[in-house]
């Protein structure tokens, strides 16, 4: 896959007595651009000058070095065991002699100095002593690193590089907003969504309806005209298990009543999101706030939002069954001016959108407008991404009697729980009692 990315360069300099951590040196480098370059939009570059540097007459080896891969370096990486190298004319050594080059130009070093053992007979003494001259000079004006053993060098070294690979970015982040025009990065946006997960825009308007029964108490239980058949009961374990009992549902009246009630009050609140950027987004949480002005906002779930029509035989079994409210009290309860929920994505990947399955459902006691504020997490942002939605309730509302109810209900009989009562047809059935909101 091809994309755009920007290039840091790390210089590995070292005398010849460590190529082994010269090599797990490149590896860090190249795992860490396995796992991060196509997501960062970042590639870590190894420089060494045996593989970038090129043969040339008529200047000193280390001049050579220097103009060609030294000076090119972002960050430098010195390694140090028993010998510090062998001298260039201008310093004691071509690894010093880099480490101060870099240094100079106000780049990142990073040092390391080997604390393994060393066959006595492979010291060179001359050179260790240069060695500790450099940590003399060198420990007071600066943060080292030392190992006892390769695997804690690959250890520090990995760990360290990102730290400052992150320093480095917030470095040069001033100043580039060319690059950062071209550069793929994780945008996500957030927008309503009607009950089919289609993009409704950062701006909705709903509209539900808010109906009282001034005498509740006056809807009758309920009795069936008809003969009630009891169920014989049946013999066996398997059978016991499954046995139901039937009785004539004497709330039926009043959950039907809470039913309709609910049904016109709660909405499904859906959203639908979209990466419009070039790099995918994993653990995405969205935190959401609602704000209202006038602090009569309900939220609820959708699992207490019951969409199953109360039926008039009421059935049971021994592990249970559904319950339904006998009084809009349960289910429509004081108001709040500020309510929060979240939604939670495993991953998004660019360009891709969908609307989660609605988790709450809202609902007002009066017309009423929202601010929803959203801040968005990922681990592809640096920070959380705050967006804004704005939600008008328009609520119709109604007094009726219980006889009003009890029309209702007779015209809407058993039906399918999707059938709700029309602003027209509580508007009939509120007659003169009717108050707009």
């Given at each position: ?15 010849s ?28 570059l190894?420089?060494r ?13 280390q ?29 004691d ?28 007979e ?21 943060l ?25 970015i917030a ?42 029964v ?10 069936q ?13 398997s ?22 009630i ?102 007002a ?11 968005i ?11 804004e ?22 015209d809407?009989?058993n ?23």
């Amino acid at each position: 896959m091809v994309f755009p990315a920007r290039v840091f360069r790390i210089l590995i300099a070292s005398p010849s007595d460590v190529i082994d951590e010269r090599e797990i040196a490149v590896k860090i480098i190249q795992e860490w651009n396995d796992l991060n370059s196509a997501e960062r939009q970042l590639v870590l570059l190894p420089l060494r000058w045996e593989t970038h540097s090129a043969p040339e007459y008529g200047q000193r080896p280390q001049a050579i070095i220097n103009r060609q891969v030294v000076d090119n370096c972002d960050i430098l990486v010195g390694i140090f065991w028993t010998r510090i190298g062998t001298p260039t004319g201008l310093a004691d050594s071509g690894t010093l002699e880099e480490i101060e080059r870099v240094a100079s130009d106000g780049k990142t070093v990073m040092l390391y100095f080997s604390q393994m053992k060393q066959d006595p007979e492979k010291i060179d003494i001359e050179q260790l002593a240069k060695l500790r001259d450099f940590k003399k000079k060198t420990f007071p004006n600066a943060l080292v690193e030392g190992y006892s053993s390769h695997i804690e060098f690959r250890d520090k070294l990995a760990k360290q590089i990102e730290i400052q690979i992150r320093t480095l970015i917030a470095g040069q982040s001033d100043g580039e907003e060319e690059f950062a025009e071209i550069t793929p990065k994780t945008d996500i946006v957030i927008h309503f969504a009607d009950e089919l997960g289609t993009n409704m825009g950062s701006q909705l308007e709903i509209e539900t309806a808010y109906c009282e029964v001034m005498d509740f108490e006056n809807i009758p239980d309920y009795v069936q005209t008809g003969n009630v058949n009891a169920l014989a009961r049946p013999e066996g374990v398997s059978s016991w298990l499954s046995y139901v009992s039937s009785n004539v549902n004497k709330d039926y009246y009043r959950q039907m009543a809470t039913h309709i009630i609910q049904q016109s009050f709660y909405k499904p609140l859906r959203f639908w999101l979209k990466n419009r950027g070039g790099v995918g987004a994993r653990d995405v949480y969205i935190d959401i706030t609602l704000q209202s002005e006038k602090g009569n906002v309900i939220l609820i779930p959708r699992s207490q939002c019951s969409s199953s029509t109360p039926t008039q035989v009421s059935s049971s079994t021994l592990l249970g069954g559904g319950y339904s409210p006998n009084n809009p009290d349960e289910v429509i309860r004081d108001g709040r001016d500020v309510w929060n929920t979240n939604i939670e994505i495993r991953a998004l990947q660019p360009q891709r959108e969908l609307s989660p399955s609605s988790e709450v459902s809202i609902g007002a006691k009066e017309s009423c407008e929202i601010l929803i504020r959203s801040r968005i997490f990922a681990d592809t942002l640096p920070e959380p991404v705050i967006q804004e939605l704005k939600l008008k309730i328009k609520v119709n509302k109604f007094i009726i009697t219980a006889a009003d109810m009890m029309h209702m209900i007779t015209d809407l009989g058993n039906k399918d729980d999707s059938t709700r009562p029309s602003s027209s047809t509580s508007s009939a059935r509120a007659k003169k009692h009717r108050r707009s909101s």
